[in-house]
T-cell receptor, first 115, second 116 residues
Framework: AQKVTQAQTEISVVEKEDVTLDCVYETRDTTYYLFWYKQPPSGELVFLIRRNSFDEQNEISGRYSWNFQKSTSSFNFTITASQVVDSAVYFCALIATGTASKLTFGTGTRLQVTL | DTGVSQDPRHKITKRGQNVTFRCDPISEHNRLYWYRQTLGQGPEFLTYFQNEAQLEKSRLLSDRFSAERPKGSFSTLEIQRTEQGDSAMYLC??????????????FGPGTRLLVL
């Protein structure tokens, strides 16, 4: 069985602060994929990034960066110089091969960015 | 806008009534997924289609739930004899499975159901 844990239920930061959202996953499969989605108040899940288990290279996209470490089964997400528009619930998710592309989501981290 | 669309966006119904939701995937996407999200939780997989074939159903999907994708394009999710526990956001996602590798699922805005 697959499991994704996002221990941080809610984080509040002041604009321009950096913030890291933690994600820890469990799977017995050696091939799997990890995702981050953003859910703004409108409700729609917005795809941010995906990573496969063979690619541990960290990635940066603008103010967003992701740190994938298989040794600790973690796939953390950092927002640099946060902005009010970053306020949303962020979900980490996992697909293990052989699970018919079913996403297993964590419970999400609500990020509140204030002025 | 060529993203995933869902209708209605909100639905309020009385316990015992039947409801039907519609999802229109991104054009040419051959896979379509349904998820359910309750308050404070992440989405949970319900079922998925590849073209018109329903390939997997979660045990969360009781006999009161049925989903169809008759022509491999839009899909409907029907809940019969609704219960208060059915109150949730129902999310639809679509993806294009082409060749090897894993596809990315793109989500619609969801249908929020409230059963009174």
């Amino acid at each position: 069985a697959q499991k994704v844990t996002q221990a941080q239920t809610e984080i509040s930061v002041v604009e321009k602060e950096d913030v890291t959202l933690d994600c820890v996953y469990e799977t017995r499969d050696t091939t799997y994929y990890l995702f981050w989605y953003k859910q703004p108040p409108s409700g729609e899940l917005v795809f941010l990034i995906r990573r496969n288990s063979f690619d541990e290279q960290n990635e940066i996209s603008g103010r967003y960066s992701w740190n994938f470490q298989k040794s600790t089964s973690s796939f953390n997400f950092t927002i640099t110089a946060s902005q009010v528009v970053d306020s949303a619930v962020y979900f980490c998710a996992l697909i293990a091969t052989g699970t018919a592309s079913k996403l297993t989501f964590g419970t999400g981290t609500r990020l509140q960015v204030t002025l | 806008d060529t993203g995933v669309s869902q209708d209605p966006r909100h639905k309020i119904t009385k316990r015992g009534q039947n409801v039907t939701f519609r999802c229109d995937p991104i054009s040419e996407h051959n896979r379509l997924y349904w998820y359910r999200q309750t308050l404070g939780q992440g989405p949970e997989f319900l079922t998925y289609f590849q073209n018109e074939a329903q390939l997997e159903k979660s045990r969360l999907l009781s006999d009161r739930f049925s989903a169809e994708r008759p022509k491999g394009s839009f899909s409907t999710l029907e809940i019969q004899r609704t219960e208060q526990g059915d109150s949730a956001m129902y999310l639809c996602a679509s993806s294009l499975l082409a060749g090897g590798g894993l596809e990315t699922q793109y989500f619609g805005p969801g249908t929020r159901l409230l059963v009174l």
